[in-house]
């Protein structure tokens, strides 16, 4: 037995049909579900790794893919979880397309931000060199998700944060209409705050964000 035949073994034996049809309403009907919650599906998810920890070190590129070509929401949350684990500081050059497949495809906040701060995060950390091109990419394209990933992506550098390509990114997608990206926009600077609320409050003060974008820096400033 594989690693994906365990874990879909664990999933239907643990189908719940009334939890599922909830979550297919709460993800406004965008994917469907075993019905498992998270701790459930992170114990089913856990033993099934540890059984296959060769298979999944040798093949996790693979293995995150076919995950992310089955319809259930609950692969794709298992494929984004075995590449940070498999891929933190082990990063290949050639890893950003598979991070920019997992962002354009079955794109939703609750997989996209994960994505934006563990795996774009980690791999611009480990390629420093490859940020410029990587994130004008990202911002240029029309997909919305890559837009927010470029907005996101420093989200856990604190200290290390290049406060010009956030500031650059902030004020480049100001006027987007998307609830995502004014949301995006204020989460970015309200956790750089943390580390330099001075530089925020000046920022916000000149950058004309849009209010939702404005509330969402300033809520612990």
């Not at 795996?119 to 390629?127: A, I, P, R, S, T």
Request: with cysteine.
């Amino acid at each position: 037995m594989t690693f994906i035949q365990e874990l879909t073994a664990g999933f239907e034996a643990n189908t719940n049909a009334e939890n599922a049809l909830y979550m297919h309403n709460y993800m406004r009907g965008l994917f469907t579900f075993y019905g498992l919650k998270t701790n459930d599906r992170r114990v089913i998810f856990k033993k099934a790794y540890a059984n296959h920890k060769e298979e999944i070190k040798t093949d996790c590129r693979n293995i995150a893919r076919t995950l992310y070509t089955k319809e259930k929401r609950d692969y794709h949350y298992c494929a984004v979880e075995i590449l940070t684990k498999e891929l933190k500081k082990k990063f290949l050059k050639d890893d950003i397309h598979l991070i920019e497949f997992l962002i354009i495809n079955h794109s939703w906040w609750d997989t996209v931000d994960t994505i934006a701060k563990y795996l774009v995060g980690g791999y611009l950390q480990q390629y420093p060199e490859e940020t410029t091109m990587v994130i004008n990419h990202f911002s240029n394209n029309d997909n919305m998700w890559l837009n927010r990933t470029a907005i996101l992506f420093q989200l856990g550098y604190k200290r290390d944060t290049n406060q010009a390509i956030l500031f650059e990114q902030c004020l480049k997608h100001k006027d987007s209409n998307e609830f995502f990206i004014q949301k995006a926009i204020g989460w970015a600077l309200r956790e750089y705050g943390k580390t330099n609320p001075e530089a925020v409050r000046e920022f916000v003060t000149t950058a004309a964000l849009k209010p939702l974008s404005t509330r969402e820096a300033l809520k612990n400033l």
